[in-house]
Nanobody, 125 residues
Framework: QLTLVESGGGLVQPGGSLRLSCAASGFTTNYPAIGWFRQAPGKEREQVSCIDRSDGTSSYAVPVKDRFSISRDNAKNLVFLQMNSLKPEDTGVYYC??????????????????WGKGTLVIVSS
């Protein structure tokens, strides 16, 4: 069993920054892959970034590459998503999710095993 809790969302102006946090508790070592996903109003959920906590390997969706950065603090079971140069189209609910396999879930798009409840990010002037 794994529990994920996101925090750090809020309202920010275009061009601003936010840092999201994902706190994991439970059998965290069994689920090394942590992904950040987002869902904008009226749109499907999409993967934003993903990290393999065992070695730091990471990936990014094209729209956020060079603006977002994913990192982890394994000692505290935290994964962060630093979001810079935010745009209105980054608005949405951001979820973190965990999986057993970084390659299967993050790269091949397989299912994630556990999900948090999300944190809302609004980019607006």
């Amino acid at each position: 069993q794994l529990t994920l809790v996101e925090s750090g969302g809020g309202l920010v102006q275009p061009g601003g920054s936010l840092r999201l946090s994902c706190a994991a508790s439970g059998f965290t070592t069994n689920y090394p892959a942590i992904g950040w996903f987002r869902q904008a109003p009226g749109k499907e959920r999409e993967q934003v970034s993903c990290i393999d906590r065992s070695d730091g390997t990471s990936s990014y969706a094209v729209p956020v590459k060079d603006r977002f950065s994913i990192s982890r603090d394994n000692a505290k079971n935290l994964v962060f998503l630093q979001m810079n140069s935010l745009k209105p189209e980054d608005t949405g609910v951001y979820y973190c999710a965990a999986a057993r396999s970084y390659f299967s879930s993050c790269i091949l798009g397989g299912d994630m095993d556990y999900w948090g409840k999300g944190t809302l990010v609004i980019v607006s002037s």
